[in-house]
């Protein structure tokens, strides 16, 4: 299954942006081995409407047009639902397992995201309680989907 990223917002050179693609670098090198690969990812700039709702509405849009046909749906959102570790791994192998071809992780402006967005995603997550920047946000992720591959591979990166 390939995975993509959709970002909004663009990381800028520095320790954020290296750290990241540390992680997604391990995602790719060690996720075809068990049928997921890195496919992209995808920046885009964040909506300068004058409103709220209208900035969600125009970055829904441009997620829309960056997502694959067919293609499994992951929002980030702090009103998602909390997974641990392993929860993550095998919501990933079931997606897989189930013969998915494409998957999207996306991480949403700093209004969040559009109501008709969330109705079409297969998962809503947040990665806790607290409100992490964004930057943060995308490492967090990138290290999750390596972190995944080590679970369901059963290597010892991930020890309970």
Known sequence: ???????????????????????????AKAGPAIGLE?????EVQESRA???ETRKREEAGMLEKALP??????LLDERGTALD????????GRFRDGGKRDMMIAIGGADGLDPDIRAKADAVLNLGKMTWPHQLVRI???????????ILSGHPYHRV
Request: proline letters at 2%; charged letters at 25%.
């Open 140 to 150: 967090l992720i990138a290290e999750q989907l390596y972190r995944a591959v080590t």
């Open 1 to 27: 299954m390939r995975v993509s990223l959709f970002a909004v917002g663009r990381l800028k050179a520095g320790p954020e942006k290296e750290l990241a693609s540390r992680y997604t670098d391990r995602f």
């Open 38 to 42: 890195l496919a992209k990812l995808v």
């Open 69 to 74: 046909e067919g293609a499994v749906l992951i």
């Open 85 to 92: 570790s392993e929860a993550f791994a095998n919501l990933l």
């Open 50 to 52: 004058a409103n709220a």
